[in-house]
């Protein structure tokens, strides 16, 4: 990735994505684009990082082009700057050169001659880098946040420029704020970055902290800042507490240092950080009943929902996924290993039923895209009714498919009855199991296997209490219950009409 850095600054939102765009396809692999609203913003961008060319409008409210160019040589940051303005005013062209701009452009932007000049700029400053020491190491916010709060065992150049840029020491104070970011594309969460740096740069600028630097990127799937304050830092952490609410009022997770630490101790910070996210993750409510549940009970109940899922059995299915939710909502593991453990229960439904695979992958950037919801819900409980809306639609997808659907659903209706006869079970149980209409359902089962559903389940029990009677173990009335009939005379009638006889004289006939 290139080391160089263009920034560009327009407080109309159409110019400044327009332009931002533009010069991201022209000089893909030569220059990394940031961009910001106006020129507040860029002045904190343009002290904290070494950028090295600024297209900056000449007319944005709170600090003009003029006033941003001002800022720049009154604090001596080496930076080629060009001028973008809607004015043909020789004054305007005058006071942006005498400030160091390389040139003054017309809008709306001719971008033939913005790109040569840019490529001239280019070439400028990689010829300056390759004759200074000093710029051999240009700052790069993302890999510097991951340096320091992934505790390297040696520094690298990079760190001991910044850290020399900034006269920061081993207990230099440091604030660490860690805000969720929930977002699944990265042209999202790029966004999303942008615009959270650019309002943490805003409340820092409003309550007038005053601050040496930051660190700011991406880390765990949260935006990551490295505050570093210069003076007053218990007002720098109300300034923040200010910067929280807003974020609540935006709907966003997160977690800032409730004091500061010293700058050796920043990785600690954001591992703390993590925990509490880590432990929000897990929202389900208490259940006393898991206690003893174990990393094998986890891996049990998913095993058994996986199999129950292969064979479009849902009720056993979200049978053992509830189980599993409730147990792993207990034990909090890391969330990285319950998202491993769902992700790779998808994998294995598609081994056992290799029908999967088709629809699982078209599934894919759609609402039911399960390894999305696996990977970007924001808790247990959200992706506990996700994943069970999803995996609902891709059964229904799979029997759809199938080619002898008809004789499936049967199969699968008279397998559901076989499993489960011993319980109250209805007519609506059977037909939602296999996502029919229950008056549909009906008609179709006995056309298809010439009995209604209501005889079918009645013969299947007696046929099993049979089996029970023969064995001579068993009062009539246990029997009775161990087949699903609580009242004994209705097991009695049935016995009857099925075989002839009552089940005291078939036992008797043995």
């Known amino acids: 990735m290139t080391s160089n850095y263009i920034l560009i600054v327009d407080d109309d939102p159409d110019i400044l994505e327009g332009l931002t765009h533009a010069v991201e396809k022209e000089f893909e692999n030569k220059l990394n684009v940031l961009s910001c609203r106006n020129g507040i913003i860029a002045a904190d961008i343009l002290r904290c990082n070494t950028i090295d060319i600024l297209i900056t409008d000449i007319k944005m409210p709170v600090m003009n082009g003029i006033e941003l160019l001002d800022f720049i040589k009154q604090h001596h940051i080496t930076c080629k700057s060009v001028v973008l303005s809607s004015y043909d005013d020789f004054n305007l062209v005058r006071d942006v050169l005498r400030l160091g701009a390389a040139d003054y452009l017309l809008k709306p932007v001719d971008f033939p001659v913005l790109y040569q000049l840019l490529y001239r700029l280019l070439a400028q400053v990689m010829s300056k880098q390759s004759s200074s020491s000093g710029r051999s190491y240009p700052i790069n916010m993302q890999q510097l946040l991951e340096s320091y709060l992934q505790m390297p065992m040696q520094k690298t150049a990079q760190m001991l420029a910044f850290e020399e840029k900034y006269s920061l020491i081993p207990d230099s104070a440091c604030i660490v704020g860690c805000i969720k970011l929930d977002a699944v594309y990265s042209g999202k969460l790029f966004q999303l970055q942008e615009g959270l740096r650019e309002d943490l740069y805003h409340c820092l600028n409003q309550s ?27 007002r720098c952490l109300d300034s923040l507490h200010s910067f929280g609410e807003y974020l609540a009022d935006q709907g966003y997770k997160f977690k800032f240092s409730k004091r500061y630490a010293t700058f050796h101790q920043c990785s600690d910070g954001f591992k703390d950080c ?64 319950t998202k491993k453990i769902l992700n790779n229960t998808i994998y294995a439904l598609i081994r056992l039923n ?96 010439g009995l209604t559903y209501r005889d079918y389940l009645r013969n299947y029990r007696i046929e099993k209490s049979i089996c029970l009677i023969v064995e001579g173990n068993m009062k009539i009335y246990e029997v009775a219950q161990a087949v699903g009939y609580n009242d004994s005379a209705h097991f009695i009638r049935a016995f009857k009409e099925v075989t002839g006889k009552s089940p005291g004289d078939y036992k008797v006939s043995l």
């Open 274 to 337: 993590l925990t509490w996210f880590e432990l929000g993750y897990y929202d389900l409510p208490y259940t006393p009943a898991y206690e003893g549940c174990t990393a094998e009970d986890l891996l049990k109940f998913i095993h058994q929902a996986t199999n129950s899922l292969a064979v479009y059995d849902m009720k056993n299915t979200l049978h053992y996924l509830r189980l599993f939710f409730a147990a792993i909502n207990h034990l909090k593991p890391p969330v990285k290993e």
């Open 208 to 234: 007038h902290i005053q601050y040496r630097t930051t660190v700011t990127g991406e880390m765990a799937s949260c935006f990551v800042f490295m505050l570093f304050p210069d003076t007053d830092i218990p």
């Open 354 to 449: 290799p029908k999967f695979i088709e629809p699982v992958s078209g599934l894919k950037f759609s609402e039911h895209d399960l390894f999305s919801q696996i990977e970007n819900a924001p808790s247990l409980s959200i992706l506990e009714k996700e994943l069970y809306c999803s995996l609902n639609h891709l059964v229904e997808i799979v029997l759809h498919s199938l080619q002898n659907k008809e004789d499936c659903i049967i199969e699968k209706a008279k397998s559901y009855i076989e499993r489960n006869y011993n319980e109250c079970i209805s007519l609506e149980d059977v037909a939602a199991h296999v996502y029919m209409n229950k008056s549909y359902f009906s008609s179709f089962f006995k056309s298809k296997a």
